[in-house]
């Protein structure tokens, strides 16, 4: 039987993707700050979540967390990091771009680098990230999101090629959605994927180890185009 780890599923696609792999009889660590949507996800099928209340942003309670595991399952198969925040920051206070350089970079920079280790030692293990097609320009409404994305990309990119070169069997994916209708998304918007369905290409790709995967598939068009269109264009539509 295998062992995942979802940090940030105490809603949307994290919350989503933990109800697939139990689906597919992984035990599944759920992780996220709002304790009782934790409960309420372990009550659907008791035997199979393991919750652990743990904000991303106390780095200390990061080890912890993954000494604990080692103890607990010994082993871990696929380890996720879904957690991520981003308000729109017209005036670029300082109070809304922290919270978002937290959790999207510095957290993720400490999650990846446990798991990687984690992984190394072990001997294999599977790493998917979720940056974002955020991650390919920049926006004027929300700067640090789109800067945080694009460093979880290329931090992804990385252990992807360190992977590679490692002896241990280690994979990494980088899933770049476009907008999926979770507490995330902001108004109404085009190409808005239910979550269910997100979360099933998401998965799709995870099984298939891909190094990256645009959700859902047509949004791999606007990242083609978005690489290619020159930024006195790109700004009249941001
Ligand atoms: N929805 C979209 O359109 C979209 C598009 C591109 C990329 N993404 C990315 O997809 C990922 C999942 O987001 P979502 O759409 O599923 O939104 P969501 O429903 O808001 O889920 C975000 C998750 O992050 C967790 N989280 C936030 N801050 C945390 C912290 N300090 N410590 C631990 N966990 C924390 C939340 O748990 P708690 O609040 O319980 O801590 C929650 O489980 C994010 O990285 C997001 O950037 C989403």
């Not at 993707?17 to 099928?45: F, M, P, W």
């Not at 252990?159 to 507490?183: C, E, H």
Request: net charge positive; glycine share 6%; aromatic share 12%.
């Amino acid at each position: 039987m295998e062992n995942a780890l979802i940090i940030g599923a105490t809603s949307g696609i994290g919350k989503e993707l933990a109800k697939l792999l139990v689906a597919d009889n992984y035990n599944v660590v759920i992780t996220g700050r709002r304790e009782k949507l934790l409960q309420e996800i372990k009550e659907t099928n008791p035997e199979k979540y393991i919750t652990k209340v743990h904000d991303v942003t106390d780095l200390n309670s990061c080890e912890t967390l993954f000494s604990e595991l080692k103890k607990e399952l010994k082993t871990i198969d696929l380890i996720v990091y879904s957690s991520g925040v981003g308000d729109p920051n017209y005036k670029l206070e300082w109070e809304k771009e922290f919270p978002t350089l937290q959790t999207n970079v510095i957290a993720a920079t400490k999650i990846y680098g446990l798991a990687y280790r984690f992984f190394r030692k072990q001997g294999y293990g599977h790493l998917v990230g979720i940056s974002s097609i955020a991650s390919i320009r920049g926006n004027r409404h929300v700067p640090p999101y789109f800067a945080s994305k694009a460093f979880q990309a290329n931090y992804l990119e990385s252990l992807w090629m360190k992977g590679k070169r490692s002896k241990a069997k280690i994979s990494v994916t980088d899933i770049q959605p476009g907008f999926v209708d979770t507490s995330m998304a902001i108004g109404n918007t085009f190409w808005m994927s239910t979550t269910e369905k997100a979360t099933q290409q998401i998965y799709t790709a995870i099984k298939k180890k891909k190094k990256k995967a645009y959700i859902t598939k047509r949004w791999g068009f606007i990242a083609l185009l978005l690489k290619v269109v020159p930024s006195w264009l790109l700004y009249k539509f941001s």
